[in-house]
């Protein structure tokens, strides 16, 4: 749970400068953390206009003060451990106790002030993705400000001037630090709450990772190979399902820091694509969509009418995006009886996998995994194995949730006769016309 034990003093601090000894020290607000991996209920402003604030998927809000005119929060860049899913921990840094980063919310025409203290073993800086800022606040290391050295914190001003949905992460030794999960969501509201308001408002970003089986560690000069494909650094069974009530107006906001792009596709109904982090899409430009393709280093935000009551699977279209652990280099054995191959191979490396004799469903996976690894396809709903990994949930959608339950519902209960179910028998095979000859055939 985050800690939030009082703010203390005023700041009246200007630029993307350092904040050093005890006078200025204490002006900064105490920075809140996190240390639990499950969605956190909405955090609704304590100050300022009122707006519908969003949730984060197995992720939280940081908790701003106010102070004068300004909205101060407090960024802390540190090693974290974070649970990739149940079985699986991985060594990252991040922010205050996680990674990503705690989603930052204000309002169009905010002023806010952002302190970020480095608790990393190297320098960083924060840049702040797609929005319009000061040039000095830009976060780009050695061309925008110093960098912001080991146990130093400096401070950010900027207004909110426009909504929309933004991203942060370092532009300070970038290949490393992104690639070891420094990076985070901003959403900034609209002034008029009556703005295309919705409902509900889910926000994460989507990282990968190289991490070797049994290891613990991300390999950072990874650049194509990625065997963890993730959504607020978490995979599936491990990713936080979607509640929403049945005709809920339901916006989803999606960021990638990832490597790839990713056609992200919901089950069971249609969106539009409402806004990027260039901006709102004019509503005379929207289109029916069920697969919005998310580029690297993009905001795509995408609103539904959730109004097709179950359970409906949302995901990455790329199929391998959507496996933990995957081993590129598996042999493909399919129509290959495996049975005395696994005996041999597992005396030589009990560690080694391949592919089943009849595909790659996990009951045909013989081969344990070694410790720290996750299966690449796991999960289990009420009518069996998912055979899912990677970016990969649920949207699920109940007539009887309250405003603000985001509680897991449960499996859907299907109405009698609208389940797909097994016949008694297969359909005759059709009658087929013999092929003819080729000696007859005109040419």
């Not at 703010?7 to 006078?23: E, I, N, P």
């Not at 969605?39 to 100050?47: C, E, K, S, V, Y």
């Not at 009556?194 to 190289?210: A, E, I, K, Q, W």
Request: one cysteine or more; hydrophobic letters at 40%; proline letters at 9%.
């Amino acid at each position: 749970m985050f800690s939030r034990r009082g703010f203390l003093g005023t700041a009246a601090l200007v630029g993307a400068s350092a904040v050093s000894g005890r006078v200025q020290a204490a002006s900064i607000p105490e920075a809140a953390h996190m240390d639990k991996a499950v969605m956190q209920p909405p955090l609704h402003p304590i100050g300022g206009p009122d707006y519908r604030p969003v949730v984060t998927l197995n992720g939280w809000t940081l908790p701003f003060r106010i102070n004068g005119d300004w909205k101060e929060f407090h960024l802390v860049a540190e090693p974290v451990v974070r649970e990739f899913a149940e079985g699986m921990k991985v060594n990252l840094w991040g922010y205050n106790g996680q990674s990503p980063g705690p989603t930052i919310e204000a309002v169009e025409g905010d002023k806010v002030r952002i302190f970020v203290t480095n608790r990393l073993p190297e320098y960083t800086t924060v840049h702040w993705h797609g929005m319009i800022i000061p040039s000095g606040m830009d976060g780009v290391g050695g061309l925008t400000q110093p960098h912001i050295e080991p146990g130093k914190t400096f401070v950010y001003e900027f207004e909110m001037k426009k909504s929309g949905t933004f991203m942060y992460h370092p532009h300070s030794d970038e290949m490393v630090q992104m690639a070891m999960g420094m990076m985070g969501m901003v959403v900034v509201h609209p002034r008029d709450p009556n703005f295309r308001p919705v409902d509900r408002d889910f926000v994460f970003v989507m990282s990968t990772y190289r991490v070797d089986p049994g290891t613990y560690l991300p390999r950072v000069n990874e650049m194509t190979d990625f065997n963890m494909w993730t959504w607020n650094a978490r995979v599936f069974p491990g990713i936080d399902p979607l509640p929403v009530r049945l005709g809920d107006k339901v916006r989803v906001r999606i960021g990638n820091l990832s490597m790839t792009n990713h056609p992200i596709h919901l089950h069971g109904h249609s969106f539009a694509v409402t806004c990027t982090d260039g901006g709102w899409i004019p509503e005379s430009a929207q289109y029916p969509e069920t697969t919005t393709d998310v580029p690297v280093g993009a905001v795509r935000v995408f609103d539904v009418l959730a109004d097709n009551p179950g359970d409906w699977a949302f995901h990455c279209h790329k199929s391998h995006h959507t496996m933990n652990a995957m081993g590129h280099d598996m042999r493909n054995m399919i129509g290959v009886s495996r049975k005395d191959l696994a005996k041999a191979v597992g005396k030589l490396a009990p560690d080694a996998m391949v592919m089943g004799q009849s595909g790659m469903a996990m009951g045909n996976m013989e081969m344990p995994a070694p410790d720290n690894t996750l299966p690449m396809m796991s999960g289990t709903g009420q009518f069996g194995p998912i055979e899912m990994g990677g970016m990969f949930t649920v949207m699920k959608i109940r007539e009887d949730l309250a405003r603000d339950d985001y509680r897991d519902p449960g499996p859907y209960q299907f109405p009698q006769g609208t389940v797909a179910y097994e016949v008694a028998s297969p359909a005759a095979e059709p009658a087929r016309q013999p092929a003819m000859p080729a000696h007859k055939m005109k040419m």
